[in-house]
């Protein structure tokens, strides 16, 4: 969907396997968000957080998921030009490392230790939602 000649977004490449890295990027396009992306074999598994990230625990939030995308995005911050998929502002809001206590289809608890957030959050996916519509919460302590 992206058109790499019209846009800075990094393509991706030859890259490690093995990594335990998430960034989260507030993405102001036609509408806000905060694109949620862990680093898993290879690849970013990414979500669409249209309310952010929850801060506190007891809020649950709608986690859209989208398609993986290369470990390299998690370093853009910039500007997608007008016309292309996502045109807006993209700004790293979180950056860090986190370790998977489970992954699961249904459910992914993971401990986060980044810049902005810290401790146990959980995704676990809609039973009566699309197949990519998760909920995304921090868990208790
Ligand atoms: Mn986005």
Do not use: C
């Not at 790499?4 to 036609?30: A, C, L, W």
């Amino acid at each position: 969907m992206r058109d790499f000649t019209k846009t800075e977004e990094p393509m991706g490449g030859e890259t490690p396997d093995g990594g335990n890295t998430y960034v989260i990027q507030e993405h102001q396009s036609r509408r806000l968000h905060w694109d949620f992306r862990l680093e898993r074999d290879g690849v970013l598994k990414s979500w669409a957080v249209p309310k952010g990230p929850p801060e506190e625990s007891g809020i649950r939030r709608l986690a859209i998921q989208v398609e993986d995308h290369p470990l390299e995005y998690g370093g853009f911050e910039g500007t997608i030009p007008k016309g292309e998929y996502g045109a807006g502002t993209v700004e790293i809001w979180d950056q860090g490392v986190y370790e998977a206590l489970k992954w699961e289809d249904e459910k992914i608890e993971i401990i986060l230790e980044g810049e902005r957030l810290s401790g146990k959050y959980v995704f676990i996916r809609l039973k009566r939602g699309k197949e990519n519509e998760w909920l995304l919460l921090k868990a208790v302590g």
